[in-house]
């Protein structure tokens, strides 16, 4: 089970939407580097200037307009013939660096140890190259749990909602960023597995 299950209904809701940005002129390439910019901006302003807990408020409202960004590059792409070779690898590329920059303010928050933020942040990387390389061998493009992207961004947006409500996290949450690499790692594994089982 993953989050990513839902977003065919997620889409429906989004279509409306998708319809006025294309009578606007607006292109999926233009939405795919705007989601991915302002993560950049948001994850490097939330570590290097350490506003507060309250700033973290912030995470949890763009992790929600970043999924709906990410779906609706998609739905642009898909439904108004804007597919494209370079659409194709700024998606894969700037999600990466997206989701890198939103875990990176996670490494200065207590009880969170540093090194095991940045494992976290390799791994979900090679989820998604893992995902990604499956039509290099015959397959499909995998987004199999349980702890795919849409998972990640839930999981860190709860975080982050905790920490700027309460104003600090409890101790025994170290643990969660070493779980979470297990999970990544885990989600690795099935996605090589299912994309050499769809290659035959």
């Known amino acids: 089970m993953s989050i990513y299950s839902l977003k065919p209904k ?3 809701l989004l279509r409306p939407a998708v319809r006025r940005l294309h009578a ?3 292109t999926a390439n233009q939405v795919t580097v705007f989601a991915c910019a302002v993560s950049i901006a948001l994850g490097i302003w939330l570590y290097v200037a350490a506003p507060g ?3 973290f408020l912030l ?3 763009w992790l929600f307009l ?3 960004l990410n779906a609706v590059d998609g739905m642009l792409a898909r439904e108004f013939g804007q597919q494209s070779k370079l659409g194709a690898y700024l998606n894969e590329l700037t999600d990466v660096i997206a989701d890198a920059a939103l875990a990176l303010p996670f490494a200065a928050v207590a009880p969170f140890a540093p090194v095991w933020v940045a494992t976290f942040v390799v791994l979900a990387g090679l ?3 893992a995902g990604a390389l ?3 061998v015959g397959g499909t493009r995998r987004y199999d749990g349980p702890m795919g992207k849409s998972d990640r961004a839930f999981v860190l947006g709860a975080v982050a909602l905790w920490l700027g409500i309460a104003g600090l996290l409890p101790a025994w949450m170290a643990w969660l960023f ?5 999970l990544v790692a885990a989600t690795i594994v099935r996605r090589v597995r299912n994309g050499l089982r769809d290659a035959g």
């Open 178 to 182: 070493p779980l979470l690499c297990l």
């Open 127 to 129: 989820s998604e190259f």
């Open 24 to 26: 606007m002129g607006v």
């Open 10 to 12: 997620f889409q429906a």
């Open 53 to 55: 807990p309250a700033a």
């Open 59 to 61: 995470l949890p409202l």
């Open 134 to 136: 499956g039509p290099t």
């Open 66 to 68: 970043r999924m709906a």
